[in-house]
């Protein structure tokens, strides 16, 4: 079993930052590929942004202002925030698959999410 914990939310004036974080602890190998996905109420879950260990895509919305890393040897995956609108309120949540044995095998899980808010 993986657990992900995920930290970094909260309130922000327009124009802030945030960086929320994602840390994956248990059994399991390495990281193979994140996501972030976002959820406002009434809305459906939007894929934010994509890592798949080598190419970086974002939603058309995001693009320029987010950016997702990950840093392998703290087992810790990153979205940083700039430049936030009102319209990046939302739940955001991380979705990692990982290795979990030498053959490759994957699994792949959810974090509990953190809210974000943006203020005007």
């Known amino acids: 079993q993986v657990q992900l914990v995920e930290a970094g939310g909260g309130l922000v004036q327009a124009g802030g930052s945030l960086r929320l974080s994602c840390t994956a602890s248990g059994n399991f190998f390495s990281i193979k590929d994140v996501d972030w996905y976002r959820q406002a109420p009434g809305n459906q879950r939007e894929l934010v942004a994509k890592?798949?260990?080598?190419?970086?895509t974002y939603a058309g919305s995001v693009k320029g202002r987010f950016t997702i890393s990950r840093d392998n040897a703290k087992n810790t995956v990153y979205l940083q925030m700039n430049n936030l609108k009102p319209e990046d309120t939302a739940v955001y949540y991380c979705?990692?698959?990982?290795?979990?044995?030498?053959?490759?095998?994957?699994?792949?899980?959810w974090g509990q999410g953190t809210q974000v808010t943006v203020s005007s």
């Open positions: 979705a990692v698959v990982v290795f979990v044995d030498a053959w490759s095998h994957t699994e792949d899980y």
């Open positions: 890592d798949t260990g080598g190419d970086s």
